[in-house]
């Protein structure tokens, strides 16, 4: 789970205008810091079948976002795979 902080500074460093929090680009680096936080919560908690299924949800929702900046925004799709190391 990530503080407000965490997501403040996420948000910041991903917006492309000031009032920008809930573009493709921004939802996508939350999902992945949210996605690596239950990644280490299920290494220690392998029985934890509600977080897992949780995660496949974060990354179902990803994979959508990271295909609508496939198909419409190309050069973003292209900064943030390598920016956030996906794929």
């Known amino acids: 789970m990530l503080s407000k902080q965490q997501k403040v500074n996420i948000i910041r460093k991903m917006q492309s205008k000031e009032t920008d929090t809930g573009s493709a680009e921004v ?6 810091k949210n996605i690596e936080g239950l990644i280490d ?3 220690t908690n ?4 509600h977080s897992r299924r949780g995660l496949l949800g974060m990354v179902g929702q ?3 976002f990271l295909n609508y900046l496939q ?4 050069e973003s799709y292209r900064k943030i795979t390598k920016e956030l190391n996906l794929k």
Do not use: F
């Open 62 to 64: 990803r994979k959508r």
């Open 46 to 49: 392998k029985k934890d079948n």
């Open 71 to 74: 198909k419409n925004k190309k």
């Open 27 to 32: 939802q996508v680096a939350l999902l992945t």
């Open 41 to 43: 919560h299920l290494k």
